[in-house]
């Protein structure tokens, strides 16, 4: 480790910084008095900002943080126990259900999708559900003022070539660009073609050739990034399906990967079938193809 | 080293084992975010049984609609997933923080309106032991590494406080000693927690 990467401490707390972090633990747990808080604001106040041994800033949520660490284990242990007041805290199903319900409804009013493509082209696709619906009605409202007939095309046509186009670009303008061939895997015998990533960019495609139509309806496409730097967890790459992917002039089928994360060191890519909307936690791993980065 | 690790998880998956093939916790928040509809039921999955867990105990005790925090909560989560900062904090810990506040809030409350008589005698029997820390992720492992360096004392201390939601009067009057000395030792313990994990998360970053 350099001497600049590595953190720097204020050695040991002055009496000010520790006073504050006397303060906010009582608060933490609601027990400060009225001239108490005022001192602690105070402090929260100054100028410069108070730190503590580690240099960091203490802030009014220095002290959740800890807490909020420390639940999740807390709640793990409870597991274990036994005797603990006798009370069953597993999520009831019928609460599950409400929650789900109304977590949608107020998902989909406070961050309203303007565009859903986990394909680039993916006009006609029934797999974004609502998501999809509020695009279109989006598209077509900005696009009133246009003719029907032109509307439609362009939004079947437009999009759908500018994968295609935008993976050539990618290719013209970065030689550099890394490709990586699949091995089909048991969920997808004939498919063959390629990965197409470059790491620096964050940008990437996949190519393929004699990969199965799916039912959007019961099942998509979804793509995974093995990350070194982050070995615990694959990157989420996006779904897709079959149908509505981009078709390039040898008629591969183009589809642009759309990673969740930054990927930091990409050592496999695959693609497997899952639910429609695609998942965070796939069971058996119903795998179509992969692809090693050599 | 990284052709040593790419066939064994080829060849789990051939096998047909079991994979949790998952995205970093973090990413669940995000994609609500982005407005994924389809995250809300996986964040659920997530993290509804330790919300309702807390809520269970920070409630059920004073007599208040378990459900309708829960759903209160949630909310909350839903409506801040857009201030998430995965580079400050897990998702478990922040939506930890969010519901913890909350079910103060109503806790207080609750007591307020009547004067709950809470029964915390079977509370006493209980150690307050983390899982085993091979079991944990990294964030969650820290956590309880330094949760176990803290006296057995400060544990129990916490415990009853941030996992039962227990005012601190009501501490020193289930295990019986003094309402400083449960002051004091939840002081401690608090500030300890935090050095130990501010103290980590430096090692991290600088990794």
């Given at each position: ?9 204020n ?18 747990f ?12 105070g ?10 041994e ?6 009014r949520?220095?002290?959740d ?21 006798g009370?069953s805290?597993?999520?009831p ?14 998902v ?13 082209g ?17 598209w ?7 003719a029907?007939?032109a509307?439609?095309?362009?939004s ?21 660009t ?35 139509a ?32 981009v ?7 183009i589809?642009?990967?759309s990673?969740?994360?930054a990927?930091?060191?990409?050592t ?14 796939s069971?058996?791993g119903?795998?179509v193809?992969?692809a090693?980065?050599? | ?23 970093m916790?973090?990413?669940?928040l ?6 994924e509809?389809?995250a809300?039921?996986?964040c659920?999955?997530?993290?509804g ?17 378990v459900d309708?925090a ?8 839903w ?34 309106r ?21 079991e ?15 006296d ?24 019986n ?17 935090r050095e130990m994990l ?9 990794r």
């Amino acid at each position: 480790m350099s001497d600049q990467t590595r953190p720097t401490s204020n050695g040991p707390l002055s009496p000010d910084a520790l006073r504050l972090l006397e303060l906010l633990a009582d608060d933490a747990f609601d027990v400060l008095s009225i001239a108490e808080r005022e001192e602690m604001d105070g402090l929260l106040r100054r100028v410069p900002r108070l730190t503590d041994e580690h240099g960091r800033v203490i802030e009014r949520g220095s002290m959740d943080e800890a807490i909020g660490a420390l639940i999740p284990v807390l709640g793990a242990s409870n597991d274990k126990m036994s005797g603990t007041a006798g009370v069953s805290t597993g999520l009831p199903a019928a609460l599950r259900d409400r929650l789900v319900q109304q977590g949608t409804t107020v998902v989909a009013a406070k961050y309203p999708v303007v565009s859903v493509a986990p394909v680039a082209g993916a006009a006609g696709s029934s797999s974004g559900g609502r998501q999809n619906v509020i695009g279109w009605v989006g598209w077509f409202a900005a696009a009133a003022a246009l003719a029907l007939a032109a509307v439609l095309y362009q939004s079947r046509n437009a999009p759908a070539a500018s994968a295609a186009e935008r993976l050539a670009m990618l290719l013209r303008e970065h030689p550099e660009t890394s490709k990586y061939a699949w091995a089909a895997q048991a969920q997808g015998p004939g498919v063959s073609g390629e990965v197409i990533w470059n790491n620096q960019l964050q940008q990437g495609f996949m190519r393929f050739k004699g990969l199965a139509a799916n039912d959007p309806k019961k099942e998509q496409y979804q793509t995974w990034i093995f990350d070194g730097g982050r070995p615990e967890y694959p990157v989420d790459g996006g779904v897709f399906d079959m149908a509505t992917g981009v078709r390039d002039a040898n008629g591969d089928l183009i589809v642009p990967i759309s990673a969740k994360l930054a990927v930091f060191k990409p050592t496999l890519f695959a693609v497997t079938i899952e639910k429609p909307g695609g998942v965070v936690v796939s069971d058996k791993g119903r795998l179509v193809t992969i692809a090693k980065v050599e | 080293m990284v052709r040593e690790h790419l066939p064994s998880r080829r060849e789990v998956w051939n096998a047909g084992a079991t994979i949790r093939l998952t995205t970093m916790p973090v990413t669940l928040l995000q994609r609500v975010a982005r407005g994924e509809t389809a995250a809300v039921a996986a964040c659920i999955d997530e993290y509804g049984g330790i919300v309702y867990s807390l809520a269970v105990r920070y409630l059920r005790p004073v007599g208040d609609d378990v459900d309708d925090a829960v759903q209160e909560v949630f909310t909350e989560v839903w409506k801040n997933a857009d201030r998430f900062k995965p580079e400050l904090g897990s998702e478990a810990a922040f939506i930890s923080t969010i519901a913890r506040h909350r079910l103060i809030d109503r806790q207080r409350r609750a007591m307020s309106r009547k004067r709950a008589a809470v029964n915390h005698s079977e509370i006493r029997a209980m150690v307050p032991e983390v899982k085993n820390a091979t079991e944990l992720n990294d964030d969650a492992r820290r956590a309880a590494e330094a949760f176990g360096r803290l006296d057995v004392q400060e544990r129990e201390i916490l415990w009853f406080a941030i996992y039962q939601g227990l005012t601190q009067e009501q501490i020193a009057e289930a295990i019986n000693i003094p309402l400083g000395t449960v002051k004091t030792r939840a002081r401690r313990g608090l500030m300890r927690l935090r050095e130990m994990l501010g103290a980590a998360s430096a090692e991290g970053v600088a990794r």
